[in-house]
C-alpha cells in the first residue's frame, strides 16, 4: 500500500514560518519525484514545488521561490517543505504526491504538473493571518 501523510501544518501570522512533513511508505523516495501543491477555497489546485526522486533536483512556483525550500531525507522516507515569509495568499489546504514516472519541473511555472501525480496525501491546513 503506496501512502503519503503530512503534517505541520497551522495558523501563523504573516511572515511567519512553517515546516511542513509528507512521510511516505509503500515505495521509495530514491526513484520517484514527491510534490507540494496546494488549493485554497475556491481555486484549483497549485503546484508548489517538486523534487526529483533520482535526481534530486528541486523546482519552484515563482510566488514562492526564496521563501519555500523543499528537501528530503530518503533514510526516513520523509520530505519537508520549509516556507518562510509566509503570506496571507499562502493560505491554503497543502498536500504532498506522488509521481512514478518521476517527473519533476518548473515548466509553465508549475500549471497543471498535478495531473502529472498519482497518489496523494490527505492535506494539511495552512493559515497565514495576523
Known amino acids: 500500500q503506496q501512502n503519503l501523510v503530512e503534517s505541520g501544518g497551522g495558523l501563523v501570522r504573516p511572515g511567519g514560518s512553517l515546516t511542513l512533513s509528507c512521510v511516505v511508505s509503500?515505495?521509495?523516495?530514491?526513484?520517484?519525484?514527491i510534490g507540494w501543491f496546494r488549493q485554497a477555497p475556491g481555486k484549483e489546485r497549485e503546484g508548489v514545488s517538486c523534487i526529483g526522486g533520482t535526481s534530486g533536483s528541486t523546482f519552484y512556483k515563482k510566488a514562492v521561490k526564496g521563501r519555500f525550500t523543499m528537501s528530503k531525507d530518503n533514510a526516513k522516507n520523509t520530505v519537508y517543505l520549509d516556507m518562510t515569509s509566509l503570506k496571507p495568499e499562502d493560505t491554503a489546504e497543502y498536500y504532498c504526491?506522488?509521481?512514478?514516472?518521476?517527473?519533476?519541473?518548473?515548466?509553465?511555472?508549475?500549471?497543471?504538473?498535478?495531473?502529472?501525480?498519482?497518489?496523494w496525501g490527505q492535506g494539511t491546513q495552512v493559515t497565514v493571518s495576523s
Open positions: 504526491g506522488v509521481d512514478f514516472e518521476d517527473y519533476c519541473s518548473d515548466l509553465g511555472d508549475m500549471a497543471g504538473l498535478d495531473v502529472m501525480y498519482d497518489r
Open positions: 509503500g515505495f521509495t523516495l530514491n526513484y520517484y519525484s
